[in-house]
């Protein structure tokens, strides 16, 4: 019934990223390592990542018509991914400018670019994209309005996942969609309104379902996620490992995440998986470059006490650096 288990509607960026030894405070300067460029964008990150784990995936997105656009188109291509709904031109491609700290946590900057061009029309004419796919997954480095379109096409019994990164508050039609809504704790208080949200991940959880959702996932960084639906709530513990760079572990895990769920797996077991492959991505430098395939993930699971992966849920242990699931993109 579905040609593509997973469609991504969403950002394409040209990720620009410097190595600092600390973050500058504000007016001051500091010296950096080389400038890298890499694909990056939460929309082309997590097309990839599904991708490389065995997922049908396309992405609807656009980008500019320069380097960094044939960079994005090209990067797409070489995991896989269906770019035939990626369109060229309008604004030069979007770019973050992208800081990383010894530790492995970054702070990022995004100009939007052609990611703003990405509109309610463009969506209306890939319907037939939008329809073809098991799971739609976006997040908001593009337009709000465009997003919701992509909602009012959903085939029936397809599944809605949705991370407000950059968080904003969203409108109902997108709250009732949403299965889930992937959060971390910043973008649960925006979302809540900040003092109304409560003090711990259960109550902004429990908060965020009587908005609307059919499910919520509370990303924890270190400590793992919180899964939340009717049927109640569960915590999902992470690996521990020895967290490199933590640009795109998020959405490694929503992509992840969005995959299983449309596989038919359950909830929890999805955000069990989904924290693996996170897990995995912060052990390697860059967003896209650092996504690994199935085979790696099952490796990594073996090699980490309590990472069995024919147990989802079950690992013990914490990250030791806030590696997973869900870094700061």
């Known amino acids: 019934m579905y040609d593509y288990d997973l469609l991504v509607v969403g950002s394409a960026n040209a990720d620009l990223v410097i190595g600092v030894e600390r973050r500058p405070a504000a007016g001051?300067?500091?010296?950096g390592s080389d400038l890298a460029v890499h694909p990056g964008g939460k929309g082309a990150n997590q097309a990839v990542a599904a991708a490389r784990l065995g997922a049908r995936t396309a992405l609807l997105a656009r980008v500019g018509d320069d380097a960094h656009g044939r960079l994005l188109l090209d990067a797409q291509r070489a995991a896989g991914v269906d770019t035939t709904g990626v369109l060229v031109g309008g604004a030069p491609t979007g770019v973050a400018l992208i800081t990383v700290d010894p530790s492995g946590d970054n702070s990022i900057v995004v100009s939007p670019g052609a990611n703003a061009r990405l509109t309610p029309e463009d969506v209306r004419a890939a319907a037939g994209l939008v329809a073809a796919s098991r799971v739609v997954s976006a997040q908001l480095e593009v337009p709000l309005e465009?997003?919701?379109?992509?909602v009012r096409h959903l085939a029936p019994g397809s599944r809605f996942v949705l991370n407000p990164s950059p968080p904003r508050p969203l409108p109902q039609e997108l709250l009732d969609a949403c299965d889930p809504l992937i959060v971390n704790e910043h973008e649960a208080k925006v979302i809540l309104g900040g003092a109304e949200a409560g003090a711990t991940p259960e109550d902004w959880a429990r908060a965020l379902l009587a908005r609307g959702p059919r499910s919520v996932v509370v990303t924890l960084g270190a400590e793992g996620a919180l899964v939340a639906s009717a049927e109640g709530l569960a915590r999902v513990p992470s690996l521990k490992v020895d967290a490199v760079d933590t640009t795109g572990a998020g959405d490694a895990f929503a992509a992840a995440l969005a995959w299983r769920l449309g596989a038919g797996e359950d909830l929890a077991g999805a955000a069990a998986y989904a924290a693996r492959v996170g897990a995995a991505a912060v052990t390697k430098?860059?967003?896209?470059?650092s996504y690994p395939t199935a085979e790696e993930v099952e490796r990594l699971c073996r090699a980490v006490p309590g990472g069995d992966p024919r147990t989802p849920g079950k690992g013990a242990g914490s990250a030791s650096d806030g590696s997973t699931p869900g870094g700061s993109r």
């Open 285 to 289: 430098p860059g967003a896209q470059e």
């Open 146 to 150: 465009t997003v919701a379109e992509a």
């Open 28 to 31: 001051e300067t500091v010296l």
